[in-house]
C-alpha cells in the first residue's frame, strides 16, 4: 500500500524544554521524522518550546513554531494551517500528554486533524495502569502483582494485601517521576503521597517489587498491514529496581537464552497488537527471573518513539524514528528501503555483529543535599554510547566516553580500598557503582557476596573480572619487553593507551609508539544493520583492532568537527546544535566533513548529518587516531562546548591545524591573568582579581581584593565549582574543595559587584570586522549564573550609552584576540560603569537562542568564517527584530526533592524554553520580572 496522499500537511509536536527524564533524544527524533516527511512531498508545521535544538531550526521543517506547548498555542497554529494530521509521538510523554489534552478539548476534531503514528485508545490505556493490567490478563501477558490506588486509603490497603517490597508508581509521568521502591512500612506513607501529589490524575500502580529480577527492552515497529519487526534487543546491566534511564544497558542481550528471547518477542509483539490498531514505533519492557526457568512478565509498553528508541537506532544503524514516521502515513515496511544498505527492504529484523553499551551520566555535584542513590526515579541528565566487537571493549570505550576523569574502567590508580565503603555503594547504587563493582573485584571480595548486594547477572561480573585477570598479566611486563599478543589483547578489550601505561609505569605516548611499532593499530568497522551480510553505502565508524580496515579515505579536502560529548549541566543541546550546523556549513563549503562524537541521543550522530561518522570517545587517543586515518585540512573545536575545546591544546601541541580562532587565543581568553592584562591595554574595565593555587595565597590576595569574592576554577563549564563567598573562613574551605576534586587547576578570585546588572554579547569575527549578533540583559542581578537566569533579546532597560559601551568593548576584544569565528562576552554593569567578566571565543549556550529569535543562521555564518571561505562583508545580515525574546530557565528540582534551590554562580538549569512578547508591558515579563525579583530580594 503507498503513503496516503490525502495527507498533504503534517503537525509535529514536540518535547519542549530538556528536563531530567526527557532529553534531547526526542530532538533527533523530531528531526529526522521531519525530514523523512519532507522527503514524501508533505509540509511540515512543527511546535517545540526549545530554542537550543536543531529541531526548531528553520532547515528542519516547513514552519517552526516556538511557542508553549499548550492547546491555545496548537488551535493558533490550526487556524493559520490547512493542516491534515498530527503525529505526536516524537515529543516523549509532553507530546503524547498535550495531544490526549486536546483530543479532550475537540480540538482535532473541531480542526477536522488525523491523528496518525498511534491512536488515542492506545495512550490511555497503556497509561492507565489499571486498564493496561486488566488488558494484559485478558491476553495471557503476565505482570507482577499490582493494584491501583487513587487515595491514600487504596494505597495502605494494598500494602497489606500484597506485603513489602513494594513500587510505587504515579500515572501520567516521564522519567519514573514519583516512582520509588518502599522496603518497609515506615517510609511507605510518604512514597505514597508522593506519587499520588505528581501524577495528574492522582492515581499510582502499586507493584510487588521483583527485586533481582533481569531487565529488558524491545524496539518494534509495525505497519498498517500488521507486519511487526523487532529493531533491537536491550539488556539492563542493572537489575529491576533502577530506572532504564539511570541503568547501563547493553544490545544485543547478552545473557538471555534463545527460546526465552523467542518466547519475549511472542509477548511483545501479542502486547502491541492488543493496544491498539496503528502504525508506528513501540518500545516494551520486560523483567526475566535470574534462574533457570527465565520466568517473563511484562513491566510497561510505550506506543510512542522512547528514549530507548534513539539508542536503538544508534546501536543498529536502522533509523527508528525516519521509518516510523512514513508507517504513520501509510507505506508498509517492504514498501520502504533499508536507509543503510539502499539495496534491501525496511521489513527486517537488524543482526549485530558487535556490541553496544550505554552508560549514563550523572550531575550530582550541582545539587547540593540530593539523594544520590539510583532507584526508580530517574536522575541522570544524558547518556554515552561505546561500541566495540566484544562487551569488554564497549564497556571500557564508554567509560572513556564519561569525561568524569577517568580513563576507562579501572587500571588508572584511582580505586577505591575501603571494604566497607565498597560494600555500601554495591548496596545502595550510586553514579559510581560500575567503578566499585571493579573496586570490589579486585579487592578479592567474594564473588557471591558482590552478587547478592547487587543482582547483577553473574555474566556480566566475569567479564569485569577477566579484565583485572588481564591487567595483573600485563603489569608484570614493561613497555620494552611486553608481547606483541598481550598488547593486541588489551586493545581489543578496549584499553586506553593511557590506562596501559599506568600498568606498566610508562607515558601514554610510549605505548602508542611501541603498539604503532608492533603493528598493533586501529581499524574502523561499518555499522551496516546485516553483520556485514549486504554492503553498507552509509559511512558511520566504529574503531576496534583487527586486519580489515572498512573506512576508506578519499582524496576531498576534509573538516573534522568535534562532538560535544554527552549532555550534562552547562553543556547541553545548544552545542550539538552548532555542531549540526558546522558540519552543514562545511559541506556547503566543499569539504568531506567527519563527526566525531558519543553521545546517541543526539543530531549530529545520525547517519546522515555528516559525510563520515565515527562514533567514538572524544577523548584524546580516538581523535588522534581518526585524524591520523583521514588527514584532514583541520578541526573544527569551536563547537563542542568545553569537551573539545580541551582538546585545542593538545592538537596544537601535534600540529594538527584549529579552524578558526588559533589555540594561543582561546588558551589567552581562559587564562584570567593574562586576559585581564589585555583588558588593560584595552582600557577595558574588569573587576578586581588574582589567582591562586593554594588556600593560603587566597587568604592573603582576600585582603587587597575585598570581600564579597567570586571564586572560580579555571577551564570549567557550567560554572562549576563557582561560589560568592563572605569571609575568610569561607573562602579558605571553597578553595580547600576545589583543589581535592581539581588538584592541578589555577583558582581565580574576583571582586565581586553585588547589585549590577549582568548582560552578554555574542559577535562573529573575520579577524578584521566584528558582527554583533545580539546583546542579551539578565533579569537577574549578577551572581547567578548565565545559564540560570532569565534574560531578553534585546536589553530591556539598558540606556544607549550603556549598549555603545558593550559594542565597543566587544568588537575591541575580538579583534585584539584575533578571533576566527564566534565569540561570547558576558559583562556586569554597576552605577553606569562596564565592566567585563570573562570573553569564550567560542560557540556559547546563548548563540542557537539568538538564532531563532532573529531567525538568522548565525552558526552557519561563523563556519564559513572559521573555514575562511567567507568573509563577513559577504553575508547578507537580515535578522527578524520584532518585539523582544525572553530566554526562560527550566529546572529539574523536583528529582531532588531535599536539594539546595537556591540560584548562584553554579548552574543548575538542565534546559531552557523561549517565550516570544511585544513589548514590556506583556503580563508575562511583569509577572516574570516582579516574581524574580521578589525572589532574590528574599
Known amino acids: 500500500m503507498p503513503k496516503d496522499n490525502s495527507i498533504k500537511s503534517v503537525l509535529i509536536i514536540g518535547s519542549g524544554p530538556i528536563v531530567i527524564g526527557q532529553a534531547c533524544e526526542f530532538d533527533y527524533s523530531g528531526s ?50 490547512d493542516i491534515d494530521a498530527v503525529l505526536p509521538t516524537m515529543g516523549g510523554q509532553t507530546g503524547l500528554n498535550l495531544c490526549i489534552k486536546c483530543s479532550k478539548m475537540g480540538i482535532w476534531d473541531e480542526f477536522n486533524v488525523r491523528l496518525v503514528g498511534v491512536d488515542i485508545d492506545a495512550i490511555e490505556i497503556t497509561e492507565n495502569r489499571e486498564a493496561f493490567r486488566q488488558l494484559m490478563t485478558e491476553i495471557g501477558v503476565g505482570m507482577a502483582p499490582q493494584a491501583t490506588a487513587k487515595s491514600f486509603l487504596e494505597g495502605k490497603k494494598i500494602a497489606q494485601e500484597f506485603g513489602f517490597p513494594l513500587c510505587i508508581r504515579a500515572s501520567y509521568t516521564l522519567g519514573g517521576t514519583g516512582a520509588a521502591i518502599v522496603y518497609d512500612e515506615k517510609n511507605f506513607d510518604q512514597k505514597l503521597n508522593d506519587g499520588l501529589h505528581k501524577s495528574p490524575i492522582h492515581e499510582v500502580m502499586i507493584d510487588k517489587a521483583m527485586m533481582g529480577w533481569k531487565e529488558f527492552e524491545l524496539e518494534l515497529l509495525r505497519d498498517k498491514n500488521d507486519n511487526i519487526v523487532i529493531i533491537c534487543s536491550i539488556e539492563n546491566f542493572d537489575p529491576m529496581g533502577i530506572h532504564t534511564g539511570d541503568s547501563i544497558t547493553v544490545a544485543p542481550a547478552m545473557t538471555l537464552s534463545d527460546s526465552t528471547y523467542q518466547r519475549m518477542r511472542d509477548m511483545a509483539i501479542k502486547m502491541m497488537r492488543a493496544i491498539g490498531d496503528f502504525a508506528g514505533g513501540c518500545n516494551v519492557q520486560f523483567a526475566v527471573s535470574p534462574d533457570e526457568k527465565e520466568d517473563i512478565i511484562a513491566i510497561e509498553i510505550n506506543p510512542r518513539v522512547s528514549r530507548s528508541s534513539a539508542l536503538a537506532s544508534k546501536a543498529t544503524g536502522y533509523p527508528i524514528a525516519k521509518i516510523a514516521s512514513k508507517l504513520a502515513i501509510g507505506y508498509h515496511l517492504d514498501e520502504l528501503t533499508n536507509q543503510i544498505t539502499q539495496s534491501t527492504s525496511a521489513f527486517f529484523e537488524p543482526t ?11 550531575n550530582f555535584d550541582k545539587f547540593q543535599g540530593a539523594d544520590r542513590q539510583i532507584g526508580l526515579q530517574m536522575k541522570s541528565v544524558g547518556e554515552v554510547m561505546g561500541i566495540g566487537r566484544s562487551f569488554q571493549e564497549a564497556l571500557q570505550k564508554a567509560c572513556q566516553s564519561l569525561e568524569i576523569n577517568r580513563n576507562g574502567l579501572g587500571a588508572d590508580g584511582r580505586e577505591l580500598r575501603d571494604q566497607n565503603e565498597i560494600l555500601n555503594s554495591l548496596e545502595h547504587p550510586s553514579w559510581n557503582r560500575l567503578f566499585h563493582v571493579y573496586d570490589a573485584i579486585k579487592l578479592g571480595i567474594p564473588f557471591k557476596t558482590i552478587q547478592e548486594k547487587t543482582k547483577i547477572d553473574d555474566w556480566f561480573l566475569r567479564q569485569i573480572e577477566d579484565l583485572i585477570k588481564l591487567e595483573n598479566k600485563i603489569e608484570q611486563y614493561r613497555i620494552e619487553d611486553i608481547p606483541k599478543s598481550l598488547l593486541l589483547e588489551a586493545k581489543q578489550k578496549g584499553y586506553a593507551d593511557r590506562q596501559l601505561g599506568h600498568l606498566m609505569r610508562c607515558l601514554e605516548s610510549e605505548v602508542f609508539t611501541k603498539r604503532h611499532e608492533l603493528g598493533v593499530k586501529r581499524v574502523y568497522k561499518l555499522v551496516d544493520t546485516c553483520a556485514a551480510e549486504f554492503e553498507a553505502k552509509t559511512p558511520y565508524y566504529y574503531s576496534t583492532f583487527e586486519s580489515e580496515n572498512e573506512s576508506i579515505v578519499s582524496d576531498k579536502k576534509k573538516i573534522v568537527v568535534l562532538g560535544s560529548g554527552p549532555n550534562r549541566i552547562g553543556q547541553g543541546i545548544e552545542f550539538d546544535y552548532s555542531c549540526v550546523h558546522g558540519v552543514l556549513a562545511a559541506s556547503e563549503c566543499g569539504y568531506e566533513t567527519v563527526m566525531i562524537n558519543c553521545n546517541p541521543e543526539t543530531v549530529s550522530t545520525d547517519f546522515d548529518t555528516a559525510d563520515k561518522l565515527y562514533f567514538e570517545p572524544v577523548f584524546w587517543e580516538h581523535i588522534y587516531e581518526i585524524i591520523l586515518h583521514e588527514n584532514p585540512v583541520g578541526v573544527i573545536v569551536q563547537l563542542g562546548g568545553q569537551t573539545a575545546l ?43 582579581f588574582g589567582v591562586v593555587q593554594s588556600a593560603e595565597q587566597s587568604i592573603e590576595l582576600s585582603k587587597d581584593l575585598g570581600f564579597p569574592l567570586l571564586v572560580r576554577p579555571s577551564y570549567v563549564l557550567g560554572g562549576q565549582k563557582m561560589k560568592i563567598v563572605i569571609s575568610e573562613e569561607e573562602l ?45 540583559q539578565h533579569i537577574e542581578p549578577a551572581g547567578v549564573h548565565s545559564g540560570d537566569s532569565y534574560a531578553v533579546l534585546p536589553p530591556y532597560n539598558l540606556g544607549d550609552l550603556i549598549i555603545q559601551k558593550i559594542e565597543e568593548y566587544t568588537k575591541r576584544i575580538a579583534l585584539a584576540l584575533k578571533t576566527v569565528g564566534l565569540i561570547n562576552i558576558q559583562f556586569a554593569i554597576k552605577d553606569d560603569k562596564v565592566y567585563v567578566i570573562e570573553a569564550n571565543p567560542r560557540a556559547s549556550r546563548t548563540v542557537p537562542f539568538i538564532a531563532k529569535a532573529y531567525k538568522e543562521p548565525y552558526v552557519n555564518f561563523a563556519t564559513k568564517v572559521m573555514l575562511g571561505s567567507k568573509k563577513l562583508s559577504e553575508f547578507d545580515f537580515n535578522p527578524v527584530k520584532k518585539g523582544y525574546a525572553v530566554k526562560i530557565p527550566v529546572f529539574s528540582f523536583d528529582k531532588f526533592p531535599n536539594v ?39
Open 646 to 688: 580541551k582538546l585545542a591544546k593538545k592538537l596544537e601541541k601535534y600540529g594538527i591545524k584549529l579552524m578558526g580562532t588559533a589555540f594561543q587565543a582561546l588558551d589567552l581568553a581562559e587564562d584570567r591573568g593574562r586576559f585581564s592584562n589585555l583588558l588593560v591595554d584595552l582600557d577595558i574595565p574588569f573587576p578586581k
Open 32 to 81: 529526522q521524522a521531519s525530514r523523512s516527511l519532507r522527503e514524501e512531498g508533505i509540509e511540515v508545521t512543527l511546535i517545540n518550546s526549545n530554542p537550543a535544538t536543531i529541531m526548531t531550526d528553520e532547515v528542519v521543517a516547513d514552519n517552526v513554531y516556538l511557542l508553549p506547548l499548550t492547546p491555545e498555542s496548537i488551535r493558533s497554529i490550526l487556524e493559520k494551517h
Open 732 to 776: 579558605e574551605h571553597h578553595v580547600v574543595d576545589i583543589l581535592r576534586d581539581m588538584p592541578d587547576n589555577q583558582i581565580l578570585l574576583d571582586h565581586f559587584l553585588g547589585g549590577a546588572i549582568e548582560a552578554e554579547a555574542d559577535a562573529i569575527c573575520d579577524g578584521e570586522q566584528v558582527h554583533i549578533l545580539g546583546i542579551m
Open 900 to 938: 539546595n534551590k537556591e540560584l548562584g554562580p553554579e548552574m543548575k538549569s538542565t534546559g531552557e524554553a523561549i517565550q516570544f512578547i511585544d513589548d514590556l508591558k506583556d503580563p508575562f515579563f511583569v509577572k516574570v520580572y516582579s516574581e524574580r525579583n521578589l525572589y532574590l530580594s528574599r
Open 352 to 362: 549485530l555483529d558487535y556490541v553496544i553499551v550505554k552508560i549514563p551520566r550523572w
